[in-house]
């Protein structure tokens, strides 16, 4: 590339937090120097996960940084959530070799947003293209590996790269739309009466179990309860037949680290912690990260820790939208509307590439004809 130079980079730390967060903004944490870091200084990124840090920079001749991107080297496809094992099983039975690839993505998080971070002061399309038209692909090519994957990336990056010859894949989450609503009752107005009978009953149920909820945020979170909070997510793990990437320092260098972006919702029973739910805090976004529970019969705990308490949070702080995380078609019936996420992915070999591209073709048809009978689904009035 003419004028810029590209440079991997195995530690986030070899890059200041400073010019990092100069490409990646403030208004998704998921992308920010803090949040990759408290990864990398955990331990919950590296060898002993396999997300191998290989942080792309490009940098033009005086040495400013001009665009960075959050780049893995993986030996396997797991803590991704955009599945392509089967892409890899069909390549390998037919004597190729899809592992090691590159990963252009935030580790364990499904959580959209930029993947390609240009730097406030860089012209944003010519460098934009650069990233994404050679170094990426360039950098697959130095590490001699197999593919590059940017997964729940933007929607401008998908458009972009699709461009240049990426294949393109579609993805559905379920993200709440805050309608300028005043309270959680201005919310429920905009639903069918049933719907907002039934979503009255799972709160009051909820709410009638003998616990109690409290927020807490950044700096009020104490080690006692992230130590709490680390073994409801351990008990998550245990029951999806899971592995525990995230380590126990990873918690409590967020609220570190990210202060008030940090919100941590929490259920008492008698004073003592048995539920928790994580979420990160953007511009205008609260994103829920992870949760877990303790044994117990609590009905319509999870509903009303994740979904019913981040509305709450999101009416109160004026946030445009709620994003869940992923899968989970029950969070319709709740308000959550279905939206498509994106991916993009680079692929060296001839044949595999084009096998891949037949599938994504059809899989991304069959998701648009569903999107109308999962909108259909949603709790809401007509009009609405």
């Known amino acids: 590339m003419t004028g810029t130079t590209m440079i991997l980079h195995r530690r986030i730390a070899e890059i200041p937090a400073r010019e990092w967060d100069g490409c990646a903004g403030d208004d998704n944490p998921f992308v ?3 949040f990759l870091s408290a990864l990398e200084d955990s331990g919950s990124t590296g060898p002993r996960t396999g997300w191998m840090p290989q942080h792309l920079a490009l940098r033009d001749d005086t040495g400013r940084l001009l665009a960075v991107a959050p780049l893995y080297a993986k030996g396997h496809s797991y803590g991704e959530y955009v599945f392509d094992q089967q892409w890899a099983q069909a ?3 037919a004597g ?3 592992y090691p690839k590159l990963q252009v993505a935030v580790p364990f998080s499904p959580v959209p947003g930029p993947r390609l971070l240009v730097h406030r002061d860089a012209p944003d399309a010519d460098v934009l ?3 994404a038209g050679r170094a990426l692909r360039q950098a697959c090519g130095e590490l001699d590996l197999s593919s590059v994957h940017v997964t729940f990336c933007t929607q401008h990056e998908y458009d972009l790269l699709g461009q240049t010859g990426w294949l393109q894949r579609l993805g559905v989450q379920y993200h709440w739309d805050n309608c300028d609503y005043t309270s959680f009752d201005d919310f429920l107005d905009t639903l069918a009466s049933r719907k907002r009978k039934a979503i ?3 709160r009051r149920d909820a709410n009638a ?3 109690t909820f409290h927020t807490y945020r950044g700096h009020e979170i104490t080690d006692a309860l992230w130590h709490d909070f680390y073994q409801f997510y351990l008990s998550t793990v245990d029951r999806k037949w899971g592995s525990a990437y995230l380590q126990p320092g990873f918690f409590p260098l967020l609220s570190q680290r990210l202060g008030d972006r940090v919100v941590l919702m929490i259920a008492k029973r008698d004073g003592v912690p048995v539920a928790g739910a994580l979420n990160l805090m953007g511009r205008d976004t609260l994103y829920g990260r992870n ?3 303790l044994e117990g019969d609590w009905p319509f705990l ?6 019913y308490r981040a509305i709450d949070f999101a009416i109160a702080h004026g946030l445009k939208r709620v994003e869940a995380g992923a899968q989970g078609e029950h969070k319709l019936q709740r308000g959550y509307r279905p939206c498509l996420t994106h991916s993009v992915h680079w692929i060296s070999h001839p044949g595999l590439r084009e096998a891949v591209a037949e599938f994504l073709h059809h899989e991304r048809a069959a998701i648009m004809a569903e999107l109308p009978a999962l909108d259909a689904m949603t709790p809401y009035r007509a009009g609405s």
């Open 96 to 98: 190729g070799q899809y």
């Open 302 to 307: 999870h509903f009303e820790l994740c979904y």
């Open 32 to 34: 920010s120097h803090a």
């Open 291 to 293: 949760w877990g529970r």
């Open 91 to 93: 390549f390998m039975q």
């Open 129 to 131: 293209r650069q990233l």
């Open 200 to 202: 009255r009953r799972e």
């Open 209 to 211: 179990c003998g616990l």
